[in-house]
C-alpha cells in the first residue's frame, strides 16, 4: 500500500509499514506508561542524550522520541533525527512545546504532540492553594514560626468567600478553578476573546468583552492564559491600579494577584512596586519571566509568595502524562491522527 | 415590676430595668458592631484594663462587658465587677472561654455568651488552605526561591483529588470543609461520636464508629473537635502509624495531618517523630499543645509548616464576631435569653 509514494501521508508510512516501533524516551516517563508502550509491543528505550549526541543524530533510529522539557528538539537536532528516514513521532510529555521547533517537524513530516490535559487538575488545585495561602498569609505566618516569632496579631487575612475573583482566559485550567471558587463562594468572572459569553455564563461566569473591565471589577485576578504578544504584560501597572480595593459586599480585602500560567503575562516590576505602594496587598507566582528566577527582588517581598514552576509537579499529572502519551503513541503507531497532535 | 425582688432574675433586673446599658469593650471591637449597639441607645466604652484594676472594679459601673482572650474574666475579676451590682453580662468576642470563670459568673448571675458560628467560615477556608498548602509543598517552595534555589525537581506533591479525607469531628467547621472537599474529589469519612451516621451520609460522608478506623481508611486527616480528656493526644503515634500510605486508587500520596481546632489534640512529639522517620509524608497545624509555640522543634522540620493560630483571623470573622456579640448584647437588653448563652 502506498510503497511507491515513501511521503504519500506520514500516518500511511510509520503506521502502516511500522505496527510496532523503537520509541525513545529522553527525559523519563513514569513505569507505568512504559509497561503500556511495552505490552502494545513496542520497544522503549530510557536515555539521556547530550546535545551533541542529539546533533550527531542519536535519534535517527527510532520511530518516535518522548522528551519533556530538558531535551531540545531544534530544527539542526530534527534535521539529524530524520536521517535514518524512520523519526516520524515528537512527543511532549507535558504542555509547552518551547522546545521543539514545530515548523522544522512539519517541514520533516513529523508529528508532534503533547498532553495537555493531564497536569490541569494539579494546576487546578494549585491555583486554590495559593489564592488560600496568599489572602491568609500562611507563608508568611510559617516563616514567623520559624523565626520564633508569634505574630498572630499581624497575620489578619481575608476570606476567598464573597469576593470577586476575575480569571484570564477561560481554558479548562480556568474552568476548573472556577467550579472550585465558586464552592467558595467567589463570584466569578472572566475575560477570554476565544470563549463566547454564552460558554461562560453556562458555568456560572460572567464575561467580560475589555479586559480592563474584569481589573475594574474584581479584587482577586489569576491568570489562565498562554503566553503571547498579545498577553505579555497583561497584569500592568496601570490595570493594577484600577482593581477595586473592596470586595462587592465592602470588605477592605484589598487586590491580589496569582498566575500559575505562564511567565511573562505579569510584569513583575510592576508587582513589586504595587505591593510596596499598597496597590496590591499580596501576589503569589508559580511561573516568572526568567527562570529559574533566582536573585529576583520580588522574591524577597513579605507579601509574595511563590513556587518554583511546580504547577505539574505531582505524582498523579506525572501519571497522567505518561499514560496520555502511552496512548498517543498507540495511536499513531496504529496509523491514526493522535489526538493532540500540534502540527 | 420585680423592683422588690432584687434578683429575680438576672433578664428582668438587668433587661426590663435597664433597656438600654453602659457596655465596656475590652479588648476591641469592629466600627460596624460599635455603631449597631451606639444606635440602639447603648453606651460602648473603648478602653483596656490591667489585671490590677480589673481586681479593683473597673468594670464595676458597667451593665456588660465585651472581651476577646486578652482580658481575664477570674473569679476575683468577676466578684469585683459584680460590687456595683450592675454588671449582668459577660460576652466573649470569638468561641473559647478558657479565660472567663464560667461558675463564678453563674453564681453572680451574670450571663456568659460567645459567638461561636461568626469565625466558622474563615477556619474552614484555613484548613482547606493548610491541606493543599501542606501536599503541594508551598512554604518549602516559598522558602527554597527566598534562598535563590529552584528546587523544582525537588518538590514533587500529589492532589487533594482522588484522596481519603479523615475529619475527626463532624461540627459546623468539619460539615464546611467536607463540603469543599468533595469539591475537590476527595472521598469524605469521619468520626464523631455525637453525630448519628444519617446525618454524616446526608452529607456524602460515611461515618465510622471507631476512630481508629478513621486513621486505618485515611491517608489526609484534619481535626475538628473541642479539646477534652477524651481528645487529648487523640492523634498520636499509634494512630499515624496505621495509616494507609497509598490512596484508593494507589497513588503513593503518604500521609498528612492538618489541625485548625485545638492544640494538645494532635501529639506533637510523635508527629515529628512520624516526619522523621517518613510515617508522615507532611503535618499542618494552626494550633499547638503550648501557645505561643516558641522553640518547639516540630517548627523547624522541612515538612512541616504552621501558622500562629490564625484560624478566626480575617477581616470577616472579626466583623461577623463583632456584628454577632451586638445583636446579643440588644437581645440581652431587651430582656430575651441571647441565642448563645452558655449558663
Redesign the interface.
Known sequence: MCSNVFWGTLIEVLGRERPVGRIAVTDGMADAAVAILEDAGHEVVLAHYTPEELRAGSLAEFDAVVVRSATKMSSEVIQASCSGGRLGFIGRAGVGVDNIDINSATDNRIVVCNTPGASS??VV??T???L??TT????R??????S?????KS????????KRLGLIGFGRIARGVA??AS??GMEVRTFDPFVSAKQAEDLGCQMHDDVDDLFRNCTHISVHCNLSDETHHLVNADRLAIMPTSAPDG???GNHVVNCARGGIVDEIAVLEALEDGTLASAALDVFEV?????NPL??HERF??????GA???????RVGTEMAGLLISFFKGENPESAIN
Open positions: 487538575r494539579s488545585e494549585l486554590i492553594g495559593h488560600i495561602a491568609r498569609l500562611i507563608t505566618a510559617d516563616r514567623s514560626l520559624r520564633g516569632d508569634w505574630a498572630k497575620l489578619r487575612g481575608s476570606e476567598l468567600g464573597g467550579e472550585l464552592a467558595f470588605t477592605p480585602c527562570e529559574p528566577a533566582g536573585d522574591l524577597q509568595h511563590g513556587s518554583p514552576h511546580i509537579a505531582t505524582l498523579e499529572a506525572q501519571t
